[in-house]
């Protein structure tokens, strides 16, 4: 069974506060995403990669910062948590060659900033 | 600009049927994705279209007209279970997924 693990469900952080987001894959996936997901809005790209040490910014990196040192696990971090970092942050990893093929999520962490 | 439009919300009746659409604008198309996403869950894939026409999967089917910008996905013998968020995703020209908001279906008793 296929499988995307973010570290947390649930995190709560105080303002300025640097964390840490991790996801880990068992597909061996060569790309790798992070998505925030606030109601009403759509999914929105943070960061992705396409490979190990690989990075692209997406549509909201402000504020955020990625890294992939493995290529099973990539990270995501907000260098100082502000009250508008409060989301749904949710990790996928697809194939290279993803022509036809969907993207697998992780479950999600629900981070709250106070 | 990129853009994706479902409805917010839906309501539908166990054992009906149900249409939810999707429109969309995006710069290039390389095919659309039905993801089912049920509250506080990661989003689960349901169905691929590339081409124009219906994709038939057990109580599931999703329809693409690309010179329309159309797709809809029909779930059939609503079942409580399918309570959830659906949502539309197209893959632009580079290759990136663009997201609606996504519809969230409820079924009734």
């Known amino acids: 069974d296929v499988k995307v693990t973010q570290s947390s469900r649930y995190l709560v952080k105080r303002t300025g506060e640097k964390v840490f987001l991790e996801c880990v894959q068992d597909m061996d996936h060569e790309n790798m995403f992070w998505y925030r997901q606030d109601p009403g809005l759509g999914l929105r790209l943070i960061y992705f990669?396409?490979?190990?040490?690989?990075?692209e910014k997406g549509d909201i990196p402000e504020g955020y910062s990625v890294s992939r040192e493995k290529k099973e696990r990539f990270s995501l971090i907000l260098e100082s948590a502000s009250t508008n970092q409060t989301s749904m942050y949710l990790c996928?990893?697809?194939?290279?060659?993803?022509?036809?093929?969907?993207?697998?999520f992780g479950q999600g962490t629900r981070l709250t900033v106070v | 600009g990129q853009n994706i439009d479902q409805p917010t919300e839906m309501t539908a009746t166990e054992g009906a049927i149900v249409q939810i659409n999707c429109t969309y604008q995006?710069?290039?198309?390389?095919?659309l994705f039905w993801y089912q996403q049920h509250a506080g869950e990661a989003p689960t894939f349901l169905s691929y279209n590339v081409l124009d026409g219906l994709e038939e999967k057990g109580r599931f089917s999703s329809f693409l007209s690309r010179s329309k910008g159309y797709s809809y996905l029909l779930l059939k013998e609503l079942q409580m279970k399918d309570s959830a968020s659906y949502l539309c995703a197209v893959r632009d020209s580079n290759y990136q997924l663009i997201w609606g908001a996504g519809t969230k279906l409820i079924i009734k008793p």
């Open positions: 990669s396409y490979d190990v040490k690989m990075k």
């Open positions: 996928a990893s697809s194939p290279w060659d993803s022509e036809n093929t969907e993207a697998f």
């Open positions: 995006t710069s290039g198309f390389n095919g």
